[in-house]
């Protein structure tokens, strides 16, 4: 089975989909893809699909979904079965043995079939272990391949009840600290020109994630583009006032400090002919 929910919801036995189109087993499906392999039980499918308390019938219809589910599940199952297949070969691939009853829930199995987000996960925390070890090259090219998996909203066009919503913060959660960890990587390699590009996409996506724009600041500011950086903290200051009545933490304060020191420093005294060339701040010179 091949899962993919980093963009999307897109689910495949055999090649073929068995995503549904209509919303309620699709948001079923979601949720049994969120814990592959694992036991989902019915009381927290029923609280997927009916937050506001289940009505009558509700168990009846949750069957009925999967029902729809196994249908899918066995058109998909037709193109891989042999000319002659035995028993044995038969009970190990029907609907049933894909998506398993069991006592008091379902199982989505797998198969051992590949899966965007443990993708993810394996790749970040391949680049986290890097950059503990001060292996900056690494970190960066793996947690590069975490986030190049991503292609959007973690399940994206899926309907989502309170269980759902909790999987889908976790993730973006997740993405933003291997964003930041794949930045911080960046930014030590001493990569702070090619990294402005990205950086103004990140902060315009995540306007008030703070350490996104400390680290757009640090290389506008390595970059010799001081005035610029001291925008990209207005711009966040205003926009944690009008979000969260907050101002930017004492680190970003601190770091603006930082920058129009720099910025007196370089600025020339009144009528003094100096070189109009940027000062470019080195690497390490800041915190």
């Not at 019915?42 to 289940?54: F, I, N, R």
Request: include cysteine; hydrophobic fraction near 40%; charge should be positive.
């Amino acid at each position: 089975m091949d899962v993919r929910i980093l963009g999307g919801l897109s689910v495949r036995e055999n090649g073929v989909s068995i995503t549904p189109t209509a919303a309620a087993p699709r948001q079923l499906l979601a949720l049994l893809a969120a814990n592959a392999d694992q036991v989902v039980p019915v009381t927290v499918l029923m609280e997927e699909l009916w937050p506001s308390g289940a009505p009558r019938g509700a168990r009846v219809e949750l069957q009925s979904h999967i029902i729809d589910l196994r249908a899918l599940i066995t058109t998909a199952l037709r193109g891989a079965e042999p000319p002659d297949p035995d028993a044995a070969w038969q009970q190990r691939h029907t609907a049933e043995a894909v998506l398993v009853s069991l006592p008091g829930g379902y199982r989505l199995d797998t198969g051992g079939g590949s899966n965007d987000a443990w993708q993810f996960e394996r790749a970040a925390g391949a680049g986290y272990r890097a950059m503990e070890a001060g292996d900056l090259q690494r970190a960066a090219r793996r947690l590069q391949e975490a986030l190049a998996l991503w292609h959007g909203d973690p399940y994206a066009g899926v309907a989502a009840g309170p269980h759902l919503r909790m999987e889908i913060e976790r993730l973006e959660a997740s993405r933003l600290s291997a964003l930041d960890q794949w930045v911080e990587a960046q930014l030590r390699l001493g990569r702070h020109f090619e990294m402005i590009s990205d950086l103004a996409e990140l902060v315009a996506q995540y306007r008030t994630n703070e350490p996104l724009h400390g680290q757009f600041m640090l290389a506008l500011l390595r970059c010799g583009r001081q005035d610029e950086a001291l925008e990209v903290y207005q711009r966040l200051r205003n926009g944690l006032k009008k979000e969260t009545g907050m101002e930017p933490s004492a680190r970003l304060r601190r770091l603006q400090r930082s920058i129009l020191t720099v910025r007196d420093v370089a600025r020339p005294a009144f009528g003094r002919q100096t070189s109009t060339r940027p000062r470019r701040v080195p690497a390490g010179s800041l915190v």
